[in-house]
C-alpha cells in the first residue's frame, strides 16, 4: 500500500509530466528531414558567398579592380553576378540565421533551461570569433554583424508571424536608409587597375603581414562603427523574415507558383535597375545601386529557398554533399578567407594584376567542388566541425548551461 510520501511523489511527477505534455503541445518539434533541408541550404548558402567574398581576399576595401575601357566578358559576368551571387547568400544566411535563434529557443525552452542566456553566450562568442576572423585574417567578416544582429533579431523573436514580418519590414527599411546616406556621402573614387588608387592599394595589401593587420583595424574599427547603422537593422529584419516564413512552412513546403512569379519579377526588375545604374559612372546612380543590390537579393534569396525545398524533396548524392558543407558552414567559411588571402596576398599577388572577372568566377567554382571534397572527407572520420564544436563549447560553458527558467 502506497504511503503518503510516495503518493505525493507520484504527484508531483505527474504534475511534471502533464506541464510538459502542455509545453511540448506548444513548441514545434523539428523533424529530422527539416534539419537535413535547413542544412543543405546553409551549404548551398556557404558555396555561394565565396564567388562574391572572392573579389576582396586581395584588396578587401575596393574589391575587384575593373579596367578603364570595361571587358564585355566582365560586363557580361557582373550583370549574371547582380542577378544571381551579389547579397544573395549573405541575405540567404541572415534568413537561416534567424531560424537558427528560433529553434534553439525552441529546444532550450524544452529542456527547462534559459532560453535568453545560452543564446546570449553564443551571440556574445559569435562576435569575439568575428572580431578574431576580421583582425589576424580577413576583414570581409560576416559573424561579427550576425552576432550584434541576432542580439536585436531575439527581442522579437517570440512574437507572432504579422508582428515578425512588420518588424522585419521596418529594420530593413532602417538599414537600407543608412546605407543610401553613407554611400552618397562617400568619395567618388576612380578604381580601375591603371588607376594610382589601385597600384597604391595593391603595394599595401600585399605588404608585410604586419602592415596588413593595420589595414584590418582599420576597417574593423570603420565596420565596428557603422554596423549600428546599417548592417545591424539589415540583418536583423532578415532574421525576423526568416522566423516568419519558416513558421509559416515556407522552408518545408516553398511558395506558391503566385508568390514565386511575384518574387522572380521584383528581382528582375530591381536587379535591371541595380546593373543598369551601376554602369552608369553616375556617382549618385551607382551609389542608389548599392541599396538596390541589397533589396534585390531578399526575392533572390526566397527563390533560391524554394528551388532548394523542392530539390531536396527527393534525395540524392548531391543533396547529402550540400548538407555536409551545411553542417561544416563555418570551419569552411574561415578556411574560404584563409585560402583567399594566402592565394591573393601572399602565395600569388599577382593575380591581382591580371585575373578578370572570369578568372575569378572560375578560381570559386573549383574551390567549391574543393569543399565538397572536403566536407564529405571530414565526415568519414568526425561528426562534428572544429569551429563548430568550439563554439558551442565556449557558448554553453561560460557559466549559463545550468540556469534554468
Not at 55 to 65: K, N, R, S
Not at 248 to 267: D, K, V, Y
Not at 367 to 376: C, F, N, R
Request: glycine share 8%.
Amino acid at each position: 500500500m502506497p504511503t503518503q510520501e510516495n503518493a505525493k511523489e507520484n504527484l508531483a511527477h505527474s504534475h511534471y509530466a502533464n506541464t510538459a505534455s502542455s509545453e511540448l503541445s506548444e513548441l514545434k518539434i523539428v523533424p529530422q528531414q527539416r534539419i537535413i533541408l535547413l542544412d543543405a541550404i546553409r551549404g548551398f548558402a556557404l558555396l555561394g558567398i565565396f564567388f562574391m567574398n572572392i573579389y576582396f581576399m586581395g584588396i578587401t576595401f575596393f574589391g575587384y579592380a575593373g579596367h578603364v575601357t570595361p571587358l564585355i566578358l566582365d560586363e557580361i559576368i557582373e550583370t549574371f553576378q547582380n542577378l544571381f551571387i551579389e547579397g544573395r547568400f549573405i541575405s540567404l544566411f541572415s534568413l537561416l540565421f534567424g531560424i537558427g535563434i528560433y529553434l534553439q529557443s525552441q529546444k532550450f525552452k524544452l529542456e527547462g533551461r534559459n532560453t535568453t542566456s545560452l543564446i546570449h553566450a553564443r551571440l556574445r562568442w559569435l562576435i569575439v570569433f568575428g572580431l578574431i576572423h576580421g583582425i589576424l585574417i580577413w576583414p570581409g567578416d560576416i559573424l561579427l554583424t550576425y552576432g550584434v544582429s541576432g542580439f536585436l533579431a531575439l527581442r522579437y523573436s517570440g512574437n507572432s508571424i504579422a508582428s515578425l514580418k512588420l518588424r522585419a519590414g521596418l529594420f530593413i527599411f532602417i538599414g537600407l536608409v543608412f546605407v543610401a546616406l553613407i554611400t552618397l556621402n562617400g568619395d567618388d573614387v576612380v578604381f580601375t587597375r591603371e588607376s594610382p588608387v589601385f597600384a597604391s592599394q595593391y603595394s599595401a595589401w600585399t605588404a608585410s603581414y604586419a602592415s596588413q593587420l593595420k589595414l584590418h583595424l582599420l576597417q574593423i574599427g570603420y565596420m565596428v562603427m557603422i554596423i549600428p547603422f546599417t548592417l545591424m537593422w539589415f540583418s536583423a529584419g532578415l532574421m525576423l523574415l526568416g522566423i516568419a516564413l519558416y513558421q509559416e512552412g515556407h522552408f518545408e513546403r516553398g511558395f506558391s507558383r503566385r508568390s514565386l512569379l511575384q518574387l522572380l519579377l521584383l528581382t528582375l526588375v530591381l536587379s535591371t535597375l541595380d546593373t543598369v545604374f551601376g554602369f552608369s559612372h553616375n556617382s549618385t546612380l551607382e551609389a542608389i545601386a548599392d541599396v538596390l543590390v541589397m533589396l534585390s537579393a531578399i526575392p533572390m534569396a526566397l527563390i533560391y529557398v524554394h528551388i532548394l525545398v523542392k530539390f531536396c524533396q527527393n534525395p540524392s548524392p548531391f543533396v547529402d554533399a550540400l548538407q555536409r558543407v551545411g553542417k561544416l558552414a563555418f570551419s569552411l567559411y574561415i578556411l574560404q578567407s584563409i585560402v583567399g588571402v594566402l592565394l591573393f596576398r601572399y602565395l600569388a599577388p599577382e593575380l591581382l594584376l591580371t585575373l578578370d572577372r572570369w578568372g575569378y568566377f572560375g578560381l570559386a567554382l573549383s574551390y567549391s567542388l574543393v569543399q565538397l571534397l572536403i566536407a564529405t572527407l571530414y565526415f568519414r572520420w568526425f561528426n562534428q566541425g572544429p569551429l563548430e564544436k568550439l563554439w558551442r563549447y565556449l557558448a554553453f560553458n561560460s557559466g549559463h548551461t545550468d540556469i534554468t527558467k
